[in-house]
């Protein structure tokens, strides 16, 4: 397995190319083939990271084609790199990604009966796109990848009900203006540095002084841009919403973990190995204007999230705000603020993960996600509910879960460089996320309408027939990968020291500032 | 202490024993009441056997510990039994088994449903409470306080009704608001000051040693940890306690009158004594506003006290005033204050669950819950209201009881601080103590009753009477038999 960083890719794109080919006739063998190559694809990610922490620099690289990087600037080849920070969010992608396909049997054949070998191929392609992302070394293959990615998932979204066209054509406007400007500033790029390698870029702005220069400014912002619209950073979420609501199970399951965090790895890669550390936060405007911006988009999401009384719908609005959580803690410009970001990432991946799967269950039983169908569910679906609020509780931030510790190092990011707006934006919306899901809680325990009725007799009477209360779990093929997820929040919370100690190792040739208290 | 602290798995094990008890009762279910009922007894006495059997090493000047888990570089999850730790996980563990057998009686003789959610989530408090008395750092007791917060919400809402959800509401909001907004934050600025958190969080290591901080720093990281412990019920932030009362009468007799009010004044005693120590505490120049608010709890809360018809409410009222103590005791800083805030936490204890498990037994068999209401019933209950007027007498602090003796070293406390102010709030709120309280049991036992519905009304079950029965003795055992609890609060040597 020496190259197993190509192996990651092989998988999941001979895969597609199998299911599509084979799956036109034989419909039953889309989804053992899907699996089978999401486990390929998660070992080699395995192995990937194991030869990334053992090797002395840190980092797996593999030349696709062989071309060399010798030369100065650094390499016009097609380079993946899978360095720590890669290879553990590529690792994140590809656990994600087998969770989901082996949840997806039951969901695919009910909601999108017919078309299993299109889906598959997607949902595969869409793997190998998000998957590239996080290993490729060179930022025009970034883009390309981020294309695949982006177009595999409108055609995943656009699978789901009579509506996910109409959030589809929105999702793809959106979607390649971010990427168009991203392009833009990648070509600013390309002329100034000569070189698309990421390293071989940064090395010519420290080695010719680009720091003051204007293009690169520009070049700075349109990436920067481009990627706060591909990431559904508030006010650039309008698609977000409507996409993941009407999307099929499976897609928004998988999307939603994925898609925004993705891309918030683009945001910290372009940043830190891109552009570097003293570009990015001392040379332009970008930085200063960034923690407030946060702010907003926090604040304003979490407030939409409040308002919303679909499970599906306030899931998306949280991802928003989340997705300010993650920007904010990159641009407060701190080691702990970093580290929580990254750390975030992953955290969040997980839960959201937990959250999507739980709620395509119960959508599958109640037929609604809206939060007057949900009374009962803790006798009704006990498993799905521990799962679900497994990541619930995660989101809000309680030990031992792993929202717990990504948030304690957000926090003490914005403690240590002094950033009091972003740590009372974190408080605010830390307890609106209380609010949230334990209103869902109470909804769904209590016999109490929203207004304040009482729907049943006392002595726990929900005023629901015994049929509506009954012990009926979902599938084991939904439950089970659910409470695959939900052991995944709390593992990583308890591990959390292994993961961090990772993310340090990657930050520490960065020199960002420790901040201080008092 | 200067000793190596003793490797023991026993903490481990006493956290443990209700989790698997647990596992029993959620297997056991409604239809094997008494399998289930036998699994949480099981649970309860192993745990309190296990917290007895350390009761001879900690006396002994031991301390003991259990590593579980590194949570950060510097900072592990690290279970520690000292003398006040031990006391409370005493008082706590014990009171269980009298609690569990005051369960029986009261659920079963109301009738309520979803037992099986009920033992379940009480077996997860006493759980968490557990991991609360034995925590050696500050993360510990923090996880171990938010697991509280949580596994007592479905007690709490237990009747699933509009009442439960306003209560629950405040609970939670309450209770989350200030652990989240306010603790996290001194948690996260103890932890990145100097060495990750080694020392500055751990609570046996050298006190004084937030002196590094500026005295401003110092008093922020006061105030943020004194209201972040919100279940201590300091006011302003009492108001959750009178509204979880729409609980089960045993929760709010072992939740809110010990495990979880106690856990809140718990932390804050060792936030106060082990991690600022006595030292930094009587030079910080704002802290004698703490010892005021302290003092202003105890008195507006047993004024609002002498005003609640309700029983239960006028019990939550009065917990507020008597949890006040505590942090009093705390914000003393003295070695005689302090220790008397420790021993307060197990006589208060036994004297309130003694009046909840009453006010229970009198709901369970008469549906009475209003002062007013009791006329004569203590001609027709002679044992619940003679342990009323029992545990009452110890809650105003008259010996031969063992509110006495909390309330003689809180007394002394004050005096080696020369602050004759203290003394006087304590003698007039003992004295406001008498007056909601007694009349209480007065109206019982020497009013005549003005109607005569209430014929038909006998002592309430006899697995509701024993335990009353039981904590009342208790009450005076703890005056008599309080030698053990002043080495282990630390006053005796």
Redo the contacts between chains.
Sequence with gaps: MENAIAWIFIFPLFGAVIVSLLGMSQKKICYPISVFSMIGSFVAGCVTIKQAIESPNHEVSYLLGGWTLDQYPRGVGIEFRGDLLGALICLVVLGVGLVVSFYSKIPVQEETPGKEPLFYSLFLLQITGLAGICLTGDAFNLYVLIEVAALTGYGLIAMGSNRAAAATFNYLILGTIGASLYLLGVGYLYIKTGTLNMIGINEVIVSNGLMDSASMQVAFILIGLGILIKMAFFPFHAWLPNSYCNAPTTTSSLLAPLVTKVMIYVMIRMVLTVFGVEFSFESTLWADVMPWLVVVAIVSAAVMALAQREVKRMLAYLIVAEVGYMVGGVWIYNY?GLIGSIFHIISDACMTLCLFLGTGIILRKCKTTHFDGLRGLFSKMPITMAGFFIGG?SI?????TCGFFS??YL??GG??SHRWEY?IVL?FS??VM?VLF?RL??RI????SES???L?H?????GLTEEQTKFEEGPLSMVIPLVAAAAVVLLIG?Y??DVVNQIEVFLEPFNLPK?T?? | MNEAPIYDLRPLLAFLAPLVGLIGIALAGEKRANLRELFTFLAAITQASLVLSMLPLVLGGAVIEFQVWQIFTNVPLLFRVDGPGLLFACVASILWIATTLYSVGYMRGLHEHAQTRFYSFFALSLSATMGVAFSANLLTIYFFYEMLSVSTFPLVTHMQDKEARTGGRTYLGYLLFTSLCLLLPALSWCYVWLDGGEVAMDFLADTGKLEFFSQNTQMVLLVLFTFGFAKAGLMPLHSWLPGAMVAPTPVSALLHAVAVVKVGVFCVYRVYADLFGSEVLIRMDGQDWMMGLACATILISSLIALSQDNLKRRLAFSTIGQLGYVVLGATLATEQGMGGSVLHIAMHACGKITLFFCAGAIFVASGKKYVSQLRGLGRKMPITMGAFMIGSLSVIGLPPLGGFVSKWYLALGALDRDAMWVVFVLLVSSLLNVFYLLPVAVTAFFRNEDDTDDSGIKEAPWACVVPLALTAIGCFALFFLSGPLLRLAGITQ
């Design positions: 702990y509780f809000i931030g309680l030990p031992p948030k304690w926090i003490t403690m240590v740590l408080m830390t307890m209380v334990f809680i109470e325990h209590l016999a109490v304040g009725q009482n049943g006392g002595h726990g009477d929900l308890i959390n020291q901040g208290v008092d």
